[in-house]
């Protein structure tokens, strides 16, 4: 793991040695508790919907697709999987 160069730490508890505001921003334990409740995690599936998500990987069997492997490859794929989609309809 690379660390940044000078004294981070410092930097961020002691932020007037530096000339500079804090940034901090205090929030309350049980905001946070609350939206943690609120949020909803995703299991291993990419999709919500799972006629969908068996869709598109049929649609990327069938057509030889790759999984992406960098965001241009993801937005590639979407594309052509929306394209696929919209002909099947």
């Not at 530096?18 to 909803?40: F, G, M, R, S």
């Not at 998500?53 to 492997?69: G, K, S, T």
């Not at 794929?77 to 919209?86: E, M, P, V």
Request: aromatic share 6%; proline share 6%.
């Amino acid at each position: 793991m690379v660390e940044p160069s000078g004294k981070p730490i410092i930097m961020y508890t002691s932020p007037e040695l530096y000339n500079t505001d804090n940034k901090l921003v205090l929030v309350d334990a049980l905001e946070v508790e609350v939206c943690i409740q609120q949020c909803v995690f995703k299991d291993g599936q990419t999709c919500s919907d799972a006629t969908v998500f068996r869709l598109c990987c049929d649609l990327m069997v069938e057509h030889d697709l790759d999984v992406p492997h960098n965001p241009q490859e993801a937005i590639i794929l979407y594309n052509t999987l929306r394209d696929a989609i919209y002909r099947e309809l």
